[in-house]
């Protein structure tokens, strides 16, 4: 079997962000549900740490190719 | 920087790799002028030309145009720089948050437009000026509203913590400020754009291939590939806004930290 560990570690990598990620959506469903009018403020923090967590992933998708 | 398993020889499938992104000049006697760098110049000639045209004849009922020019400016404006850098100071940071934001969002843009299909900011080069320049800012701006001793007191001393934490809080807050602030801004909106250009080549390339090198099956199967290609293509749509929005959020908290009294 041929490959490269690169793609095994970016899965690893990719966990942490996966769980932040998810965390950071129910946090926002629960709150929408709770208080249906707060949909417009909470979409915009939401958004933001979702780019926020993001961007982790993504440095281990580049860090990947180098 | 091979990171796949490259099948140089044989005639098998050889996944696109970050050699996708180094473009030639594009006339061979003139080194400097990439895509890239062509886009740069594109993207602001498009932006002035969109704000002179649209706000020539201003009106106080806007035409259609003008109201397109209001809607960019009045988002910059009241869901950013006012909500974050507070009614009191936000106007004269307004023209760089302007500006930031709608370069950043043009040259993002230009990665999914038909026959430009590049995102420039996924050369690190020009993610790496624009920190520089809101590093130079939100320091400068702090400095000179607090002086030097007490602006950097108030990054390293943030109030309300014992006072033996400050061994390790202050080193750390010092870094994270200087160094990890610019360097995190230029690798999240960097690493955004090329991630998602890379996945749409994948897709692409890799439904491409089966679609002309496949047998029936695969040929058939093809399909999909395309079509998540195309849905990526979408998504990267609203990742493209969401980074453009995200550094000029970022750009407004620094700068909201360097000038605000208590912290």
């Known amino acids: 079997m041929e490959g490269s560990l690169n793609a095994v570690g970016y899965g690893l990598a990719a966990i942490g962000p996966g769980v932040g990620i998810g965390l950071i959506f129910a946090?926002?469903?629960s709150g929408v549900a709770r208080q249906p009018e707060a949909r417009s403020t909470l979409q915009g923090i939401a958004l933001l740490g979702f780019a926020l967590v993001e961007a982790l992933a993504l440095l281990g998708f580049v860090l990947f190719f180098l | 920087m091979t990171a796949?398993?490259?099948?140089e020889e044989s005639e098998g499938f050889a996944p696109p790799d970050a050699r996708a992104?180094?473009?030639?000049?594009?006339?061979?006697?003139?080194?400097?002028?990439?895509?890239?760098?062509?886009?740069?110049?594109?993207?602001?000639v498009i932006i002035s030309a969109f704000f002179l045209l649209t706000t020539r004849r201003i009106s106080v009922v806007p035409g259609r145009l003008q109201f397109a020019a209001e809607g960019v400016y009045g988002f910059v404006r009241n869901t950013i720089a006012r909500d974050i850098i507070g009614s009191h100071d936000f106007r004269a940071f307004l023209p760089l948050l302007l500006t930031l934001f709608t370069?950043?969002?043009v040259n993002n843009v230009f990665g999914v437009i038909p026959l430009i299909q590049f995102p420039?900011?996924?050369?690190?080069?020009?993610?790496?000026?624009l920190a520089m320049v809101v590093w130079v800012v939100f320091n400068y701006v702090g400095i000179k509203r607090k002086g030097f001793v007490v602006y950097f007191k108030g990054v390293m001393f943030p109030p309300g913590v014992p006072g033996w934490v400050y061994v390790l809080l202050a080193p750390i807050e010092l870094v994270s400020t200087i160094i990890i602030r610019p360097l995190t801004m230029a690798v999240r909106l960097f690493a955004n754009m090329f991630a998602g250009h890379m996945?749409?080549?994948?897709f692409m390339l890799g439904a491409e291939y089966m679609l002309i090198e496949g047998?029936?099956?695969?040929?058939?199967?093809?399909?999909?590939?395309f079509a998540l290609g195309i849905g990526i293509t979408f998504f990267e749509l609203l990742i493209q806004f969401l980074q453009a929005y995200v550094f000029v959020l970022l750009t407004a908290l620094y700068i909201a930290g360097a000038i605000s009294e208590e912290h």
């Not at chain 2, 996945?199 to 994948?202: A, D, G, K, S």
Request: charged share 10%; aromatic share 14%; glycine share 2%.
């Open chain 1, 27 to 29: 946090a926002y469903i």
């Open chain 2, 215 to 225: 047998g029936a099956v695969l040929k058939a199967i093809s399909v999909v590939p």
């Open chain 2, 120 to 129: 420039t900011m996924s050369h690190i080069a020009f993610p790496v000026v």
């Open chain 2, 199 to 202: 996945l749409i080549l994948v």
């Open chain 2, 103 to 105: 370069f950043i969002y």
């Open chain 2, 21 to 44: 992104f180094d473009l030639p000049p594009l006339f061979d006697s003139v080194e400097w002028l990439t895509k890239p760098a062509l886009q740069i110049v594109l993207s602001v």
């Open chain 2, 4 to 7: 796949w398993v490259r099948v």
